[in-house]
Nanobody, 124 residues
Framework: QVQLEESGGGVVQAGGSLSLSCAAS????????MAWFRQGPGKEREFVGG????????VYASSIKGRFTISRDNAKNTMYLQMNSLNTEDTAVYYC?????????????????WGQGTQVAVSS
């Protein structure tokens, strides 16, 4: 079992920045992938970005590339999402997800564990 605890989020004006974090606990040995997804009002859950625990570079969705940055601290089993130049289209509940293995997958169905989600609201 793996537990994911998200923090951060909130309300920000368009053009502003927010930072999210996701701490993993439990059976987090070996290599695995942590990813961020989001689900806006009336929309399907979509991939934001992710990276594996060991090796590789972050993978980003085209909609946020250049504005969002994913990083991680393996000593803390924590992944971060720095969001800059936010716009109203970024308003969503942001979820942290976890899957074992090496590959960052954009399909949410491939992830085994999920955080509770944290709300990000961008006002115009």
């Amino acid at each position: 079992q793996v537990q994911l605890e998200e923090s951060g989020g909130g309300v920000v004006q368009a053009g502003g920045s927010l930072s999210l974090s996701c701490a993993a606990s439990g059976r987090t040995d070996g290599n695995y992938v942590m990813a961020w997804f989001r689900q806006g009002p009336g929309k399907e859950r979509e991939f934001v970005g992710g990276m594996r625990r060991i090796g590789g570079s972050p993978v980003y969705a085209s909609s946020i590339k250049g504005r969002f940055t994913i990083s991680r601290d393996n000593a803390k089993n924590t992944m971060y999402l720095q969001m800059n130049s936010l716009n109203t289209e970024d308003t969503a509940v942001y979820y942290c997800a976890y899957k074992r293995g090496l590959w960052v997958i954009v399909s949410h169905a491939q992830y085994d564990y999920w955080g509770q989600g944290t709300q990000v609201a961008v006002s115009s």
